[in-house]
Every structure is written in C-alpha cells, then in structure tokens.
Antibody
Framework: EVQLVESGGGLVQPGGSLRLSCAASGFTFRSYWMHWVRQAPGEGLMWVSRINVDGSSTTYADSVKGRFTISRDNAKNTLYLQMNSLIPEDTAVYFC????????????WGQGTLVTVSS | EIVLTQSPDFQSVTPKEKVTITCRASQSIGSSLHWYQQKPDQSPKLLIKYASQSISGVPSRFSGSGSGTDFTLTINSLEAEDAATYYCHQTSSSVTFGGGTKVEIK
C-alpha cells in the first residue's frame, strides 16, 4: 500500500525555520518525482515545489523561492522541505505528493502537516 | 504563470442531479488539465487526468472534457458522498491549481 506520511509541522515565530519530512513506503520512491503542495486554512491548494527522481532538478513557486529548499534522500525513502524566513502567509497544511512522470498530476498524497507561523 | 479560473465557486445540488464545473486557463494548455476531489480534512484525490482520462477506482459518474483553454468536469447523477470541493490543476507550464468549486448536497 502506498503511504506518504508528513511530519515536522508546528508553531514557529515569524523569521524562523522549520524542516518538514515526508516518509514514503509501499512504492519505489527513487522512481518518482515528488511535490509539496500547501493549503492555508479555509483556502485552496497552492503548489510549492517539485523535485526530480535523483534530486538534481528542483522548481519552486515564486512566493517561496529563495526561502524554501526541497530535497530527498532516496536511501531513506524520505522527502524534505526546509523552510526558512517564515512569514505568517506560510501558515498552511503542507502535503507531499508523488508524481509518476514529472509533469503529470500527483496520484497519491499524504495527509498533511500543519505549519503555523505566528508570534 | 498560467491562471486557472473555476466556476461556479459554490453549487448546492440535489441528489441525482447533474453537476457541471468549468475551468478556464489563461492560455492554451492542450490537455494537461486534471481534476481533484477534496473532502473536509482529507487530502486531494485524483479524479480525472489529461482532461478526460479516467482513473482506476473512480466512479464512472465522473467525467471530464475539453482542451486548449476550456475544460469541464461533469458529475452525472450526484450522490451524497460527492459533497466536496473540486479543483482543476494544470501541468503544462509549471504547476497551478484552480480556486476550487464547493459542491454541497441540498
């Protein structure tokens, strides 16, 4: 069974940092592109970042570029999102999702982890 | 950035009624348009990919159509379990989502 389990969310002050993790199981993690997508409370979905199968190619939404870094450890079947210089507008549930081909719709999503940026 | 505009924002529908949700792209995206369903406190579920391709396990009452800039998600004979927010999503140029359409059961 495909499973994606996010962790690392919590309350952080503006300007702070947080690292999210996404533990993958039930599929060959190293063969899939991966995404982070977030959803602010009561709002819609917003794509955050994408990484290719070996981590050599990454892309970001303009709103997080220069502050967030996506990475992966294929040996540990884990995806990461390092978030720096956090602002209140980053408050959201963060989902990881797998993408079979790199420019295809994510077919499995985790349950998400809540990040709250507030003083 | 390609902007996806969904309409309506909200729809209240009677069971067994037909539901039509539209998604318009700010520029042509071919058929790189996909549809998700999200129920409260759940993660999104892929319903339709590449405008009209069905997904295994998704009920046949869900269908998609369109190409270029105009796309439609149709739910034939709505069931109570279909109460959710529906999002369109494009992968033609970078990645963006529509604003969502909330479907409520009357």
């Amino acid at each position: 069974e495909v499973q994606l389990v996010e962790s690392g969310g919590g309350l952080v002050q503006p300007g702070g940092s947080l690292r999210l993790s996404c533990a993958a199981s039930g599929f060959t993690f190293r063969s899939y592109w991966m995404h982070w997508v977030r959803q602010a409370p009561g709002e819609g979905l917003m794509w955050v970042s994408r990484i290719n199968v070996d981590g050599s190619s990454t892309t970001y939404a303009d709103s997080v570029k220069g502050r967030f870094t996506i990475s992966r450890d294929n040996a540990k079947n884990t995806l990461y999102l390092q978030m720096n210089s956090l602002i209140p507008e980053d408050t959201a549930v963060y989902f990881c999702a797998r993408d079979p081909y790199g420019f295809s719709p994510p077919d499995y999503w985790g349950q998400g982890t809540l990040v709250t940026v507030s003083s | 950035e390609i902007v996806l505009t969904q309409s309506p924002d909200f729809q209240s529908v009677t069971p067994k009624e037909k539901v039509t949700i539209t998604c318009r792209a700010s520029q042509s995206i071919g058929s790189s348009l996909h549809w998700y369903q999200q129920k409260p406190d759940q993660s999104p579920k892929l319903l339709i990919k590449y405008a009209s391709q069905s997904i295994s396990g998704v009920p046949s009452r869900f269908s998609g159509s369109g190409s270029g800039t105009d796309f439609t998600l149709t739910i034939n004979s709505l069931e109570a379990e279909d109460a959710a927010t529906y999002y369109c999503h494009q992968t033609s140029s970078s990645v963006t989502f529509g604003g969502g359409t909330k479907v409520e059961i009357k």
